[in-house]
């Protein structure tokens, strides 16, 4: 038996490129957030046996390219797959490898950066040599065999095209926090391959200021008020917690695709101890938007640039505390969190964010923020962002009712003066997304639903488990007093 080794060579050149259109099946069901197979790039391992292997389906078809076109002329071979395998590997090439660079000015390239980029770069290279060279022998054959008629192929080649065009860049790494506090967890999607300890997403129930799309920043402060009524702590279990608060993004002026989230909570444990827990998160969304296409790694990341807990004590569950995170007038590049019981304001912690992150801008961004369709992030739900969200989470879902977390007095201080949220909706932890990759919490918490207005005033919610779970979008209140 004769070993058709051109053939050979070509399956080992697409060995990534047709798994890789699966991506498709999973957006469609909902199944995960992103190209599986661009996972493997997170390990450098995977991608020099990737590299290796694309050399070699290289060199074996070079070698008996010319047998294959003479075969092409007698046999009945098809030229249509390999136009369109051509033109995949030349497109996915040209913008995954080509494009892809380290970012803005300023970023400190490693030398295992390094040693990613070239891997990654040599292998796109070598797809694009080989979608060029496939390319021109597939119409070497179509013109030697006189073909006319391959109209039929055409919407299979703009699919598959559109399937390769359009792979977003994501990973498996879990989120890196060296505190104990999981509590600031952002979560980047569900994917196939993760295990329970390589992600945790955790259960969150929230509202969000809803601007109609329209977000803005400038925002100094933003302040709520938790506390919780009617709430049995020996209901949470013993390694759970529940926790009610605020978070709020802030973005960078010099770093593409770098966001932050900051975190204030009020956390109460399965003894009815309260606690404060504040902090921020630096994000890395990953996208491949020209001319900064996945610019600080091919995969996305998160670390906790600041965390923080304060025990508040002598103080009931039942008592309203309100948290204020506000940047410091006093101190450029300063944000302090500080927290107000029965009239007496308590510093919470205080952190130079200029120092951990020097580009970042030194304000808030509030409201909600609608994007721009783009096939490159099919994976956002209603393609909004939610720079300032409100809500519950636990570790775990605790499962049972008995617990109750009220948040009122939401709003931020602008321009010299504090506005009230005039509007705001639910989201779950599965669509809160805080930028384009990530979100709070990551899963939704099943079975807690939600009294609002006008059940209760404008400005209020109280979060219960019930059984049913709120929708997305459910409006919480609208309209009220600026």
């Known amino acids: 038996m004769k070993i058709w080794r051109a053939e050979i060579g070509i399956a080992l050149v697409a060995a990534y490129t047709v798994p890789a259109s699966v991506y498709w099946i999973g957006i469609f069901l909902r199944l995960w957030y992103g190209n599986p197979f661009f996972a493997l790039f997170a390990n450098r391992i995977i991608m020099l046996v990737l590299c290796v292997v694309t050399v070699l389906g290289f060199v074996i078809y070079v070698l008996d390219r010319k047998v294959f076109l003479n075969r092409a002329k007698s046999k009945k071979i098809a030229s249509q797959p390999l136009v369109i395998l051509s033109l995949v590997l030349v497109m996915e090439g040209v913008f995954f490898g080509c494009l892809t660079g380290f970012g803005p000015e300023g970023y400190m390239v490693t030398w295992n950066d390094l040693g990613d980029f070239s891997l990654y770069t040599v292998w796109y290279l070598v797809r694009v040599i080989s979608g060029l060279i496939f390319l021109i022998d597939g119409f070497i054959i179509i013109t030697r065999k006189r ?66 799309g329209f ?34 993004v802030g973005y960078d002026k010099a770093l593409v695709q770098i966001d932050y989230g900051f975190y204030s909570m009020l956390r109460m444990d399965h003894g009815g ?34 965390s923080h807990t304060v025990l508040v004590e002598g103080v009931p569950p039942s008592t309203p505390i309100t948290l204020v995170a506000s940047w410091d007038p006093s101190r450029s590049g300063w944000v302090q969190w500080n927290y107000t019981v029965n009239s007496m304001t308590c510093p919470a912690g205080a952190v130079n964010v200029t120092a951990l992150a020097p580009t970042v801008i030194r304000y808030f961004y509030v409201g909600s923020r609608d994007l721009t369709f783009n096939w490159f992030i099919g994976w956002i739900p209603y393609w909004q962002t939610y720079p300032f969200q409100f809500g519950v989470m636990s ?6 009712g008995g617990w109750n977390v009220f948040l009122s007095n939401l709003a931020y201080f602008r321009e ?20 384009t990759r990530w979100m709070w919490g990551g899963e939704n918490y099943d079975g807690v639903n939600a009294d609002y207005y006008p059940s209760l005033e404008a400005g209020s919610v109280k979060f219960y488990y019930s059984g049913s ?11 009220q007093p600026h």
């Not at 860049?169 to 890196?176: K, W």
């Not at 402060?221 to 608060?245: C, H, M, Y």
């Not at 570790?395 to 049972?400: A, L, P, T, V, W």
């Not at 779970?469 to 309209?479: A, E, P």
Request: proline content about 5%; glycine content about 8%; some cysteine.
């Open 147 to 212: 073909v006319r008629d391959y109209s039929k192929s055409w919407i299979f080649m703009l699919t598959i095209l559109g399937a390769a065009l359009n792979a977003a860049s994501i990973s498996g790494m879990p989120f890196r926090a060296e505190s104990w506090s999981d509590i600031s967890r952002v979560h980047h999607g569900k994917y196939f391959w993760d295990s329970p300890s390589s992600h945790c997403p955790r259960p969150y129930m929230a509202g969000y200021m809803d601007t109609d």
């Open 215 to 248: 977000f803005f920043g400038g925002v100094e402060k933003t302040r709520v008020t938790v506390s919780f009524p009617d709430t049995n702590a020996s209901v949470i279990q013993e390694d759970n917690w529940l926790a009610g608060g605020m978070f709020v």
């Open 273 to 306: 101890d309260l606690y404060l827990d504040v902090g921020i998160v630096e994000t890395y969304e990953c996208l491949p938007y020209w001319p900064y296409i996945c610019p600080f790694g091919i995969y996305p990341w998160a670390q906790e640039l600041y």
């Open 395 to 400: 570790s775990y879902n605790i499962g049972h």
């Open 416 to 435: 010299g003066e504090w506005h009230n949220v005039e509007a705001a909706k639910s989201i779950g932890g599965i669509n809160a997304m805080l930028d």
């Open 469 to 479: 779970t709120i929708r997305d979008h459910t409006v919480l209140w609208r309209g």
